[in-house]
């Protein structure tokens, strides 16, 4: 297994292009199957994610070209209604193929996702939601056996709480159902938007996507359409944290301020400069250190779960004390007593975390966790004095793209190791 090494202490220089977004490129994906016309997305990143679910699309029928960024897929005829276990268990995103192939084939058998590091994660919204559209889900041996024989249905689904995925499943699985489906208490996360662009530029037919209440007003069939994935606001919150925690001024190529809610407040109160230019948002730091602000992680545009624990490393070497809440996930500190490793001052207690400011953390041999985690620790490694060593990065290029490259171009010292980790 690679290893990072990271020589900390450096401050940043340079430009970062922020890629698109893995969250909205795996939906995006999903959405191929609901038509026999090629669907091109472009501005796709190569993450190991994408490559886990065109494999799973390869298997159901759909054929792909990846020149650069560009993606063409092409799901002419559905080969097989089954996504099986060895497939999804890789990654719970999988799961959003059996809308689209409930919705285009009238059946589908795939395997339940089952839990992942950051918490149990169900899928019981998503079920919900397609069983509300008339489809019949039995429970076997660990998949979910959906049918819908005539046809799913518009219906009015209101989500008890906000989930991402289940709002984009439905939203997938609405587009070809008889009539008009109306979600209430739906996320409002900018992939949701994205994938609604998409999907309406196939031929759906979906208003207000990105608000709590979505329409969606069932068609008979999509076409094929090229689409540009939005640019990742997980990546541009990361990077624009590198020069909280080490120091200096990087512009983000592609990056929006208005995509990273109110994580642009936080960051500006935290002494984290962010300016839109034309192409790009510069971010600077703007003092010595940064300083402590307390956040609390809620569905978008609230602080999102995924900066969280890039935040906790940017807090670890604040002024003052951060109180950091998690709200969304119930396991999602496992990258505190990593950081603590390298110095960091952290107590946690259930789903409250309180960092205490360090004036510098020293390198140290740390373990990557779970995708974003690892991020933090990379994060935490530019600022370290000495060398930091993350083991198991196959998390992070699970979803940051050429993230070696991207930090060199910006004077970080760091390199791959490969072999043992
Ligand atoms: C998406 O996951 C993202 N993944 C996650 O990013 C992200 O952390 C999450 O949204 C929240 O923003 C992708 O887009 C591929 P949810 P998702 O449904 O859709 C509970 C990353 O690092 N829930 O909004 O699975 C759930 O357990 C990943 O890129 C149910 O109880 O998240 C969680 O507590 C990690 N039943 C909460 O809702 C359900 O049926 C929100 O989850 C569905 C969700």
Same mark, same amino acid.
């Given at each position: 297994?690679?290893?990072?090494?990271?020589?900390?202490?450096?401050?940043?220089?340079?430009?970062?292009?922020?890629? %698109?977004?893995?969250?909205?490129?795996?939906?995006?994906?999903?959405?191929?199957?609901?038509?026999?016309?090629?669907?091109?997305?472009?501005?796709?990143?190569?993450?190991?994610?994408?490559?886990?679910?065109?494999?799973?699309?390869?298997?159901?029928?759909?054929?792909?070209?990846?020149?650069?960024?560009?993606?063409? /897929?092409?799901?002419?005829?559905?080969?097989?209604?089954?996504?099986?276990?060895?497939?999804?268990?890789?990654?719970?995103?999988?799961?959003?193929?059996?809308?689209?192939?409930?919705?285009?084939?009238?059946?589908?058998?795939?395997?339940?996702?089952?839990? $992942?590091?950051?918490?149990?994660?169900?899928?019981?919204?998503?079920?919900?939601?397609?069983?509300?559209? @008339?489809?019949?889900?039995? /429970?076997?041996?660990?998949?979910?056996?959906?049918?819908?024989? @005539?046809? /799913?249905?518009?219906?009015?689904?209101?989500?008890?709480?906000?989930?991402?995925?289940?709002?984009?499943?439905?939203?997938?699985?609405?587009?070809?159902?008889?009539?008009?489906?109306?979600?209430?208490?739906?996320?409002?996360?900018?992939?949701?938007?994205?994938?609604?662009? $998409?999907?309406?530029?196939?031929?759906?037919?979906?208003?207000?996507? %990105?608000?709590?209440?979505?329409?969606?007003?069932?068609?008979?069939?999509?076409?094929?359409? $090229?689409?540009?994935?939005?640019?990742?606001?997980?990546?541009? =919150?990361?990077?624009?944290?590198?020069?909280?925690?080490?120091?200096?001024?990087?512009?983000?190529?592609?990056?929006?301020?208005?995509?990273?809610?109110?994580?642009?407040?936080?960051?500006?109160?935290?002494?984290?400069?962010?300016?839109?230019?034309? %192409?790009?948002?510069?971010?600077?730091?703007?003092?010595?250190?940064?300083?402590?602000?307390?956040?609390?992680?809620?569905?978008?545009? =609230?602080?999102?779960?995924?900066?969280?624990?890039?935040?906790?490393?940017?807090?670890?070497?604040?002024? @003052?004390?951060?109180?950091?809440?998690?709200?969304?996930?119930?396991?999602?500190?496992?990258?505190?007593?990593?950081?603590?490793?390298? =110095?960091?001052?952290?107590?946690?207690?259930?789903?409250?975390?309180?960092?205490?400011?360090?004036?510098?953390?020293?390198?140290?041999?740390?373990?990557?966790?779970? /995708?974003?985690?690892?991020?933090?620790?990379?994060?935490?490694?530019?600022?370290?004095?000495?060398?930091?060593?993350?083991?198991?990065?196959?998390?992070?290029?699970?979803?940051?793209?050429?993230?070696?490259?991207?930090?060199?171009? $910006?004077?970080?010292?760091?390199?791959?190791?490969?072999?043992?980790?």
């Amino acid at each position: 297994m690679d290893r990072l090494a990271i020589i900390g202490g450096r401050p940043l220089f340079g430009e970062i292009a922020i890629s %698109g977004a893995k969250n909205s490129a795996l939906k995006l994906m999903a959405a191929a199957l609901l038509t026999d016309e090629p669907l091109v997305i472009g501005n796709t990143p190569r993450l190991a994610d994408i490559d886990t679910l065109l494999k799973l699309l390869e298997q159901h029928g759909a054929a792909h070209t990846f020149e650069g960024s560009t993606l063409t /897929l092409h799901a002419r005829t559905i080969a097989s209604t089954e996504a099986p276990y060895d497939l999804v268990r890789k990654m719970r995103a999988s799961f959003n193929v059996l809308g689209p192939l409930l919705a285009r084939e009238g059946k589908a058998r795939v395997s339940l996702p089952g839990g $992942c590091a950051i918490g149990a994660r169900p899928v019981d919204l998503h079920l919900k939601a397609l069983a509300a559209m @008339g489809a019949k889900i039995d /429970l076997d041996e660990g998949y979910v056996v959906a049918s819908a024989p @005539g046809g /799913l249905h518009g219906a009015k689904i209101d989500f008890p709480f906000v989930s991402v995925g289940a709002t984009e499943h439905a939203m997938l699985a609405a587009t070809l159902a008889k009539g008009e489906t109306v979600l209430t208490n739906a996320a409002r996360e900018p992939e949701i938007g994205d994938l609604a662009q $998409c999907l309406n530029a196939m031929g759906a037919k979906i208003e207000n996507a %990105g608000r709590s209440t979505v329409a969606i007003q069932g068609v008979e069939r999509l076409h094929g359409a $090229c689409h540009e994935v939005i640019a990742d606001r997980i990546e541009l =919150g990361s990077y624009a944290m590198a020069p909280g925690v080490a120091g200096g001024e990087v512009f983000l190529r592609n990056g929006r301020i208005d995509i990273l809610g109110a994580a642009a407040g936080v960051l500006e109160e935290a002494g984290v400069k962010l300016t839109q230019e034309p %192409g790009g948002i510069r971010a600077k730091r703007v003092d010595d250190r940064v300083r402590a602000v307390n956040i609390v992680t809620q569905p978008y545009p =609230g602080f999102f779960t995924d900066l969280q624990a890039q935040f906790m490393a940017m807090m670890t070497v604040a002024e @003052g004390v951060s109180v950091i809440k998690e709200t969304i996930f119930e396991n999602r500190f496992m990258h505190a007593p990593e950081l603590a490793r390298m =110095g960091a001052q952290i107590s946690v207690d259930g789903q409250i975390a309180t960092v205490r400011g360090v004036k510098r953390l020293k390198g140290a041999p740390v373990m990557a966790t779970d /995708l974003r985690a690892s991020m933090s620790l990379v994060l935490a490694g530019l600022g370290a004095e000495g060398q930091t060593i993350i083991n198991r990065v196959y998390h992070l290029d699970r979803g940051f793209e050429r993230l070696e490259e991207k930090l060199s171009h $910006c004077g970080v010292l760091i390199e791959r190791v490969k072999g043992e980790g």
